[in-house]
């Protein structure tokens, strides 16, 4: 087989065999094909496409590439999460101990935040001796007990996608939905649940801009997960706006523990626990949606689901007192007010700007290999369809940088006003399963 030959064909249109699929991936692994051939077959891709058959075919193709998780010496229904990529999405902090809590094992392997988008593991990172890192006995042994461990992704999980995705990033071919859906239910596939809850994002914060998008995107990845026997639910959720008030990942792991103490905002609360309740009946502990989500709501209200959230750090050696006591959390030097030009209704404020801001503040990476500041961030003090008058205080930046213009900045061309209400958009658009 010819890669020239197999290019050829998709810039056509046509459809590729799985033997074309494995020959590319492999060959690229390999280093057998260059980075100029698979990028000019990633661009055919990005413009032609590919069949529901192809995506399955890539996706295997990724997960057959490196390790696969063996999660079968774990008891029950094993139910993984994923978001799609957003701004101040702390949501993993709080639906683990929350399914955990009602007895579903939740074996949970996350990534490390890059660009504008935050990540779990930094965010529990900032947590006092916090071990992201455990051996695959004591994570097993934790689901088994606890019903709920965490861990960063294996280095050698998925390697074909790790390296196809560093090529997407520089070929202009990230925005592709083939790409993007088989490059992520790859990693959930080789992580081993027995069923996947898919946050798919949609907004300014977002890969996917407009709903339209977003749902293909959703029902692709749910059409993945079926036809490799895994059930998958997908919730597009809105990224209008950055989730909560709070960006960053000390000032995260706070805003989790008010979820989980039921003093959260209304929109991450809600999504939550729309994620967790359809995590729950995929575990097999609820039927109907009413149900799980009344209950799981009790269960914040009862205290138990913190408490949960105090033994998952407690068994991964952080220090428990922080979730009583979050000002033990890593605390900034400086808070900056920005404070609003204009009177008028909030209209929008872009997610992908503020987590910018945060970025820049010392709270992300801008590559991969920068160290990030846990107590950096920001504080949105106003949030669309607030009213504000001028010089009200719309945020407040956290950081140790002395120098925090851009910043400033960036965070006050974020924010957009009306001078009439606004209409606030859904929290969960659509459900695809
Ligand atoms: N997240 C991923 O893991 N892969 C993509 O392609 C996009 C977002």
Same mark, same amino acid.
């Given at each position: 087989?010819?890669?020239?030959? *197999?290019?050829?064909?998709?810039?056509?249109?046509?459809?590729?065999?799985?033997?074309?699929?494995?020959?590319?991936?492999?060959?690229?692994?390999?280093? /057998?094909?260059?980075?100029?051939? *698979?990028?000019?077959?990633?661009?055919?891709?990005?413009?032609?496409?590919?069949?529901? $058959?192809?995506?399955?075919?890539?996706?295997?193709?990724?997960?057959?590439?490196?390790?696969?998780?063996?999660?079968? @010496?774990?008891?029950?229904?094993?139910?993984?999460?994923?978001?799609?990529?957003? !701004?101040?999405?702390?949501?993993?902090?709080?639906?683990?101990?929350?399914?955990?809590? =009602?007895? =579903?094992?939740?074996?949970?392997?996350?990534?490390?935040?890059?660009?504008? #988008?935050?990540?779990?593991?930094?965010? &529990? /990172? @900032?947590?006092?001796?916090?071990?992201?890192?455990?051996?695959?006995?004591?994570?097993?042994?934790?689901?088994?007990?606890?019903?709920?461990?965490?861990?960063?992704?294996?280095?050698?999980?998925?390697?074909?996608?790790?390296?196809?995705?560093?090529?997407?990033?520089?070929?202009?071919? =990230?925005?592709?939905?083939?790409?993007?859906?088989? @490059?992520?239910?790859?990693?959930?596939?080789?992580?081993?649940?027995?069923?996947? =809850?898919?946050?798919?994002?949609?907004?300014?914060?977002?890969?996917?801009?407009?709903?339209? /998008?977003?749902?293909?995107?959703?029902?692709?990845?749910?059409?993945?997960?079926?036809?490799?026997?895994?059930?998958?639910?997908?919730? *597009?959720?809105?990224?209008?706006?950055?989730?909560?008030?709070?960006?960053?990942?000390?000032?995260?792991?706070?805003?989790?523990?008010?979820? &989980?103490?039921?003093?959260?905002?209304?929109?991450?609360?809600?999504?939550?626990? #729309?994620?967790?309740?359809?995590?729950?009946?995929?575990?097999? *502990?609820?039927?109907?949606?009413?149900?799980?989500?009344?209950? &799981?709501?009790?269960?914040?209200?009862?205290? $138990?689901?913190?408490?949960?959230?105090?033994?998952?750090?407690?068994?991964?050696?952080?220090?428990?007192?922080?979730?009583?006591?979050?000002?033990?959390?890593?605390?900034?030097?400086?808070?900056?007010?920005?404070?609003?030009?204009?009177?008028?209704?909030?209209?929008?404020?872009?997610?992908?700007?503020?987590?910018?801001?945060?970025?820049?503040?010392?709270?992300? $990476?801008?590559?991969?290999?920068?160290?990030?500041?846990?107590?950096?961030?920001?504080?949105?003090?106003?949030? !669309?369809?607030?009213?504000?008058?001028?010089?009200?205080?719309?945020?407040?930046?956290?950081?140790? @940088?002395?120098?925090?213009?851009?910043?400033?900045?960036?965070?006050?061309?974020?924010?957009?006003?009306?001078?009439?209400?606004?209409?606030?958009?859904?929290?969960?658009? /659509?459900?695809?399963?």
């Amino acid at each position: 087989m010819r890669m020239v030959d *197999v290019i050829e064909k998709k810039k056509h249109g046509g459809i590729l065999s799985q033997d074309e699929i494995d020959f590319v991936v492999q060959g690229y692994v390999n280093g /057998e094909i260059p980075d100029y051939q *698979v990028s000019a077959f990633l661009m055919a891709v990005y413009f032609k496409g590919m069949a529901k $058959r192809e995506i399955a075919d890539l996706t295997l193709a990724f997960v057959n590439s490196g390790d696969k998780n063996d999660l079968s @010496s774990i008891q029950g229904i094993k139910v993984d999460k994923h978001s799609s990529g957003g !701004v101040g999405d702390k949501l993993s902090l709080v639906i683990i101990p929350l399914v955990a809590s =009602v007895g =579903v094992p939740v074996a949970k392997m996350s990534g490390r935040g890059l660009g504008h #988008t935050g990540g779990t593991i930094d965010k &529990l /990172e @900032s947590i006092e001796g916090f071990k992201t890192v455990l051996d695959k006995e004591t994570f097993i042994e934790n689901v088994n007990r606890h019903k709920m461990a965490i861990v960063s992704q294996s280095s050698n999980l998925t390697p074909a996608d790790k390296k196809i995705y560093a090529l997407r990033d520089v070929t202009a071919t =990230v925005d592709s939905i083939p790409l993007i859906a088989s @490059s992520i239910m790859s990693k959930k596939i080789a992580s081993g649940a027995d069923c996947i =809850v898919l946050d798919v994002k949609v907004g300014s914060g977002a890969f996917m801009k407009s709903i339209a /998008e977003a749902v293909e995107l959703a029902r692709t990845m749910v059409e993945i997960g079926k036809s490799l026997n895994k059930k998958t639910i997908a919730i *597009v959720t809105d990224m209008s706006q950055p989730l909560g008030h709070e960006v960053g990942n000390a000032n995260e792991v706070k805003e989790a523990i008010q979820i &989980l103490k039921g003093e959260g905002a209304e929109d991450e609360t809600t999504i939550a626990l #729309t994620l967790a309740s359809y995590m729950a009946i995929l575990g097999g *502990v609820f039927e109907d949606f009413a149900t799980a989500y009344a209950e &799981l709501d009790r269960i914040i209200k009862s205290g $138990r689901a913190v408490e949960k959230f105090k033994e998952l750090v407690r068994i991964q050696g952080g220090n428990p007192e922080v979730i009583d006591n979050p000002n033990m959390l890593p605390q900034s030097k400086y808070h900056i007010e920005v404070r609003s030009s204009e009177s008028g209704y909030v209209s929008a404020i872009d997610a992908e700007k503020i987590g910018l801001t945060a970025m820049l503040l010392g709270a992300g $990476r801008a590559k991969k290999d920068d160290v990030i500041d846990f107590s950096a961030g920001v504080t949105m003090l106003k949030k !669309v369809g607030d009213k504000v008058d001028k010089g009200d205080v719309l945020c407040i930046l956290h950081t140790n @940088s002395a120098n925090a213009q851009e910043a400033i900045a960036i965070c006050q061309r974020s924010y957009s006003f009306s001078t009439g209400e606004i209409k606030l958009s859904n929290y969960i658009h /659509e459900i695809i399963q």
